[in-house]
T-cell receptor
Framework: GDSVTQMEGPVTLSEEACLTI???????????LFWYVQYPGEGLQLLLK?????DKGSNKGFEATYRKETTSFHLEKGSVQVSDSAVYFC??????????????FGEGTQLTVNP | DTGVSQDPRHKITKRGQNVTFRCDPI?????LYWYRQTLGQGPEFLTY????????KSRLLSDRFSAERPKGSFSTLEIQRTEQGDSAMYLC??????????????FGPGTRLTVT
C-alpha cells in the first residue's frame, strides 16, 4: 500500500538557519503530494502542495519539489524563524489531485527554532 | 467561510461508554473525511463521504465505529463500548470535488478523546 516516510525528529535549529526535512513516498499511480503544518494547540494547515512530477510547491518561504525519479518531496526553507516551530507532516493523496481521496501521512517532524 | 468545525473539542469518557462526535464541513464542500491521530503519529484515515454516501472505510474502522452524513452536510462519528485504545485525536476534513484541478483537504481543530 501507499506509505510516506519522514526523517526522524525532533529537529532543533537556531533562527536564520537552513531547514531541510526529508520525505520519501511509496505509491501506485501518480499521487499528489502535500506538506501540512500543525502549530501547538491548532489543527492541521496545508502548507504547500504539488500535483505532478517536477512541480514545485511554495508558501511562506517554504519550498518542496516533486521528484518522481527519487520518489521524494523534501521540505526546505532558507532561513527559519521562531514562529516556524511546529510539527510538519508530509502526505500523499493516492488518487491524484483531480479526484481527491484519502491522505496518507508520514509520522511528522517536530521543528523547534531557538532565538 | 467559517472553516471546518468539530464538537466537542474534548471528551473524557469511561471505558464501555458510547461517544458521538460531530463535524461541520465548509459549506460548499461535498467530500468529508475522518482521521484518527495518536500522540506522536501522523493522522490515519478512517472513512470518507461524498455527499451522503460513505465511499470508503479503513480497516481501522472496527464494528464499534459508525459514521453518518445523513443530509450530505454535517457528519457524526460514533464509537460504541469505548476502549482505552480509542484515546486519540479525531480529525475531520472537507474538500470540494470536481472533474479538474486539485482539491486539498481542510482540517478542523479535532476532538480529543480520553477513555479512562
Amino acid at each position: 500500500g501507499d506509505s510516506v516516510t519522514q526523517m526522524e525528529g525532533p529537529v532543533t535549529l537556531s533562527e536564520e538557519a537552513c531547514l531541510t526535512i526529508n520525505c520519501t513516498y511509496t505509491a501506485t499511480g501518480y499521487p499528489s503530494l502535500f506538506w501540512y503544518v500543525q502549530y501547538p494547540g491548532e489543527g492541521l494547515q496545508l502548507l504547500l502542495k504539488a500535483t505532478k512530477a517536477d512541480d514545485k510547491g511554495s508558501n511562506k518561504g517554504f519550498e518542496a519539489t516533486y521528484r518522481k525519479e527519487t520518489t521524494s518531496f523534501h521540505l526546505e526553507k532558507g532561513s527559519v524563524q521562531v514562529s516556524d516551530s511546529a510539527v510538519y507532516f508530509c502526505a500523499l493523496s493516492d488518487r491524484g489531485g483531480t479526484s481527491g481521496s484519502r491522505l496518507t501521512f508520514g509520522e511528522g517532524t517536530q521543528l523547534t527554532v531557538n532565538p | 467561510d467559517t472553516g471546518v468545525s468539530q464538537d466537542p473539542r474534548h471528551k473524557i469518557t469511561k471505558r464501555g461508554q458510547n461517544v458521538t462526535f460531530r463535524c461541520d464541513p465548509i459549506s460548499e464542500h461535498n467530500r468529508l473525511y475522518w482521521y484518527r491521530q495518536t500522540l506522536g503519529q501522523g493522522p490515519e484515515f478512517l472513512t470518507y463521504f461524498q455527499n451522503e454516501a460513505q465511499l470508503e472505510k479503513s480497516r481501522l474502522l472496527s464494528d464499534r465505529f459508525s459514521a453518518e452524513r445523513p443530509k450530505g452536510s454535517f457528519s457524526t462519528l460514533e464509537i460504541q463500548r469505548t476502549e482505552q485504545g480509542d484515546s486519540a485525536m479525531y480529525l475531520c476534513a472537507s474538500s470540494p470535488f470536481g472533474t479538474s484541478g486539485s482539491y486539498e483537504q481542510y482540517f478542523g481543530p479535532g476532538t480529543r478523546l480520553t477513555v479512562t
